[in-house]
């Protein structure tokens, strides 16, 4: 099996006089002029452009009196942005802004979060039938204290996910199938992923291993939350079941371990 290439992450942000719903309403028209796109709208201030094999991120934002669009896609969706600027631009009236530029060389962002990382943890701890499904190693609640990344609702979100698994998997319902279909299809926990790579279990062994109740645990099924290179923008949670005590243990939940490309 051949390595998959490193897809680059582009960030551009325009700015346009028009009000932020007339952005929106141009965005839900694209349906109708490039063929196969789709468009859905999880927040006001938020939307996703969906084509075959790309996708794009829009984040809306009003300030004196202009609405600035950022746009964020990998590599492989560089095709479909062309298209989606070539029909905006001019209903808009786009503005390049200085913010434009490769976030891949970006440097960590004092982005002040709308609900910490320990925040989201130590409610989740509190909560007697939540912490009896899911616990947390002493390493990872460290990691989580220590932790940066600036959306806590996003981590809410996961944890919620990982406690409706830990219930069904007491349950034995995740017995004959594998990992990733019961994760995907049944818990629908959004890019999780079964494994590590070799050089993450081996070589950066310590990142993802931890103890709990005198039991060493190999963090191999996680998540990671956001796409920025640095640890306001992106942070991951590893975790296993533990069959002793039937539940989920949280291996790692901090700021993304070595090996971020793997």
């Given at each position: 099996?051949?390595?998959?290439?490193?897809r680059?992450n582009?960030?551009?942000?325009?700015?346009?006089?028009?009000?932020?719903?007339?952005?929106?309403?141009?965005?839900?028209?694209?349906?109708?002029?490039?063929?196969?796109?789709?468009?859905?709208?999880?927040a006001?201030?938020?939307?996703?452009?969906?084509?075959?094999g790309?996708?794009?991120?829009?984040?809306?934002?009003?300030a004196?009196?202009?609405?600035?669009?950022?746009t964020?896609?990998?590599?492989?969706?560089?095709?479909?942005?062309?298209?989606?600027?070539a029909?905006?631009?001019p209903?808009?009236?786009?503005?390049?802004?200085?913010?434009?530029?490769?976030i891949?060389?970006?440097k960590?962002?004092?982005?002040?979060?709308?609900?910490?990382?320990?925040?989201?943890?130590?409610?989740f701890?509190?909560?007697?039938?939540?912490?009896?499904?899911?616990?947390f190693?002493?390493k990872?609640?460290q990691?989580a204290?220590?932790?940066?990344?600036?959306?806590?609702?996003?981590?809410?979100?996961?944890?919620e996910?990982?406690?409706?698994a830990?219930?069904?998997?007491?349950?034995?319902?995740?017995?004959?199938?594998?990992?990733?279909?019961?994760?995907k299809?049944?818990?629908?926990?959004?890019?999780?992923?079964?494994?590590?790579?070799?050089?993450?279990?081996?070589?950066f062994?310590?990142d993802?291993?931890?103890?709990?109740?005198?039991k060493?645990f190999?963090?191999?099924m996680?998540?990671t939350?956001?796409a920025?290179?640095?640890e306001?923008g992106c942070?991951?949670?590893?975790f296993?079941?533990?069959?002793?005590?039937?539940?989920?243990?949280?291996?790692?939940c901090?700021?993304?371990?070595?090996?971020?490309n793997s």
């Amino acid at each position: 099996m051949y390595p998959a290439p490193i897809r680059k992450n582009f960030t551009h942000e325009y700015q346009t006089p028009a009000t932020p719903a007339a952005v929106c309403a141009a965005l839900q028209r694209l349906s109708d002029a490039i063929p196969g796109v789709s468009i859905s709208q999880p927040a006001p201030d938020e939307a996703r452009i969906e084509a075959p094999g790309a996708l794009i991120r829009v984040k809306l934002r009003a300030a004196a009196g202009w609405t600035f669009v950022a746009t964020s896609f990998k590599t492989c969706a560089q095709w479909a942005w062309r298209k989606v600027m070539a029909i905006l631009h001019p209903i808009l009236q786009f503005r390049r802004t200085d913010y434009a530029k490769d976030i891949s060389a970006e440097k960590p962002q004092a982005k002040k979060p709308t609900v910490s990382v320990w925040k989201v943890v130590s409610e989740f701890m509190d909560d007697p039938q939540k912490s009896r499904h899911v616990g947390f190693a002493s390493k990872a609640i460290q990691q989580a204290k220590d932790c940066v990344y600036w959306d806590g609702e996003a981590l809410r979100v996961i944890l919620e996910r990982l406690y409706f698994a830990a219930q069904r998997m007491r349950e034995g319902g995740h017995k004959g199938i594998t990992r990733d279909t019961f994760f995907k299809k049944y818990v629908n926990l959004r890019g999780f992923r079964a494994h590590i790579s070799n050089t993450q279990a081996t070589k950066f062994r310590e990142d993802y291993v931890a103890e709990h109740n005198g039991k060493e645990f190999l963090g191999r099924m996680h998540v990671t939350i956001g796409a920025r290179h640095n640890e306001a923008g992106c942070m991951s949670i590893h975790f296993e079941f533990c069959p002793d005590c039937q539940r989920i243990i949280i291996i790692r939940c901090g700021k993304h371990g070595r090996t971020y490309n793997s």
